[in-house]
Nanobody, 115 residues
Framework: QVHLVESGGGLVQAGGSLRLSCAASGRIFSINAMGWYRQAPGKQRELVARITPGGTTDYADSVKGRFTISGDNAKKTVYLQMNSLKPEDTAVYYC?????????WGQGTLVTVSE
């Protein structure tokens, strides 16, 4: 079993920055295959950024150049540094871990970007 806990969400003005953290516990041996998704009101959940199983990174086009995903294997923690935030980045952000058989999700953290 894998348990994911997100933190770092909040209210920020457009142009500001936030850093989200996702702490993993349980049967997890690597931060590879972990990532961040978001879901805005009335919209489907979408990929924001991920560390692939091979250890490279993928980003949604809408966040490239503004968001950076990183991680610390020793702490089993993945981060999402979000800069130049826009109102359209407002959403609940979820941490995700792809397992060999199951997919795991955190409870989500709300990010609100005001005009």
């Amino acid at each position: 079993q894998v348990h994911l806990v997100e933190s770092g969400g909040g209210l920020v003005q457009a142009g500001g920055s936030l850093r989200l953290s996702c702490a993993a516990s349980g049967r997890i041996f690597s931060i590879n295959a972990m990532g961040w998704y978001r879901q805005a009101p009335g919209k489907q959940r979408e990929l924001v950024a991920r560390i692939t199983p091979g250890g490279t990174t993928d980003y949604a086009d809408s966040v490239k150049g503004r968001f950076t995903i990183s991680g610390d294997n020793a702490k089993k923690t993945v981060y999402l540094q979000m800069n130049s935030l826009k109102p359209e980045d407002t959403a609940v952000y979820y941490c995700n871990k792809e397992g060999p058989l199951f997919e795991y999700w955190g409870q989500g953290t709300l990010v609100t970007v005001s005009e």
